[in-house]
């Protein structure tokens, strides 16, 4: 194998914010944020959504819009008829 071509592994801390999650995983992602927790300083990233928020893994459901893309559109710019 050749040197110096693979990126850092490392542990890293990431943030599920909609669940106000943490997760430290192993990782090569790139980040100058730091963050601490657990009293170890980790590379620090957020996240949107996760396993711990997601609907497919919390079992949540959520209701998605029931109407269709035209008649969304259509009753946005209803004003504009003529």
């Not at 959504?49 to 609907?55: K, L, R, V």
Request: charged residues 20%; without cysteine.
């Amino acid at each position: 194998m050749r040197t110096n071509i693979h990126p850092e592994y490392r542990e890293v801390l990431f943030h599920d914010t909609n669940a106000n999650a943490y997760f430290v995983i192993g990782s090569t992602i790139q980040t100058n944020n730091t963050k601490q927790y657990e009293g170890k300083e980790y590379p620090y990233i957020t996240l949107d959504i996760s396993s711990a928020s997601h609907p497919f893994y919390t079992g949540e459901i959520r209701q998605a819009s029931n109407e269709g893309r035209i008649a969304s559109f259509n009753k946005r710019f209803a004003h504009y008829k003529r």
